[in-house]
């Protein structure tokens, strides 16, 4: 199996990725608490991924006199990544129209989503080019954006991808991403699994590798992109953001259409999501105090280009 989530019959079956890199093992999901479950575990993850979710999740409650209510539940689940709720809402519409047409339409947006994937990530990786002077580049990630955020291909990682295919990639700077280590642990298991070489950075050392002219351009997934390009995105964007931008580095924001939020004004009023103090680690002394938000506002004047499937927007330089 090789993509994070999708149908089998009649269960959802995810890689459970709390697991990885160490152990490659899938996990069937047959009702909603399990799918909570698993997604506040972050055993599947990844704002598009999460869209494919909450649709498969509603078409596991289908034919249930309380569907509607489970599907809000589940739509609950993470506040920030926008298609969560978007996925739920998109299966809810075919609820009229029976279990089967539900399944149909879930399924329908999890093929489109590898496909939206791909033609964004290739229309950045474009981008990238025209705005870059190296032939084989080096581009700094973080978090995790590839085929284990998404419904296939990937967002910000599948511009290394295509990339890679043209042999333009010299490396990919990879930041751990505290505190779960979606970069250590899963971007640099997608990119050992497809040979393209990279290196681990602490996210402390970001700032230190722009700086020193290590990066070519910086490429990022979001969680919600609001009506002004301020976005919301893993902990440690923003920081990353400042530091591109002071060190003249194209920044660059690559998610599906459906990732941006017209309702949500500013980054303002994107809800954040916090996490227990045990997430940063063992040595944390019980009953301490602490801060952990799992995401960060990148105020739009800070982002180069916001790539999507259908347009580039240069929100510092135009609506
Ligand atoms: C392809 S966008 C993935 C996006 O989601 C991640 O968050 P999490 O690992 O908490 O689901 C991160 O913000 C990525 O940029």
């Avoid at 609820?95 to 994937?117: C, S, T």
Wanted: one cysteine or more.
């Amino acid at each position: 199996m090789r993509r994070a989530i999708e149908w089998d019959g009649d269960a959802i079956v995810i890689v459970d990725q709390t697991l990885l890199p160490g152990t490659f093992a899938t996990q069937r999901i047959t009702n909603v608490d399990e799918l909570i479950d698993a997604i506040q575990r972050l055993a599947v993850r990844g704002a598009p991924a999460l869209g494919v979710a909450g649709a498969l999740g509603v078409a596991l409650v289908a034919g249930r006199d309380d569907a509607s209510e489970l599907a809000e539940r589940l739509a609950r689940a993470r506040p920030t990544a926008v298609n969560l709720r978007w996925g739920v809402e998109q299966a809810l519409k075919e609820l009229p129209n029976g279990p089967q047409q539900v399944l149909a339409r879930a399924q329908r947006l999890a093929k489109a989503d590898e496909e939206i994937n791909k033609r964004a990530s290739f229309r950045a990786a474009e981008y990238v080019k025209a705005h870059t002077t190296r032939r084989k580049l080096r581009l700094h990630t973080h978090c995790n954006t590839g085929w284990l955020a998404t419904a296939g291909w990937g967002t910000a990682l599948g511009v290394v991808w295509h990339l890679a295919n043209e042999n333009a990639i010299e490396e990919v700077l990879v930041d751990e991403t505290r505190p779960l280590l979606q970069g250590a642990r899963l971007t640099a298991f997608e990119l050992a699994e497809a040979g393209v070489p990279y290196c681990i950075l602490p996210d402390s050392a970001a700032a230190t590798a722009l700086a020193e002219g290590r990066s070519d351009a910086v490429v990022v997934g979001a969680d919600r992109i609001a009506a002004n390009g301020d976005v919301a995105n893993k902990i440690g964007t923003y920081p990353l953001a400042l530091a591109a931008k002071h060190h003249g580095v194209p920044f660059l924001v690559v998610a599906p259409e459906s990732t941006i939020d017209a309702k949500t004004l500013t980054g303002k009023d994107i809800a954040i999501e916090e996490r227990d103090a045990a997430e940063l680690g063992d040595l944390v002394p019980d009953g301490a105090k602490a801060f952990n938000p799992a995401f960060d506002v990148t105020p739009a004047d800070l982002i180069t280009a916001i790539v999507t499937e259908d347009r580039v927007w240069e929100p510092a330089t135009r609506a």
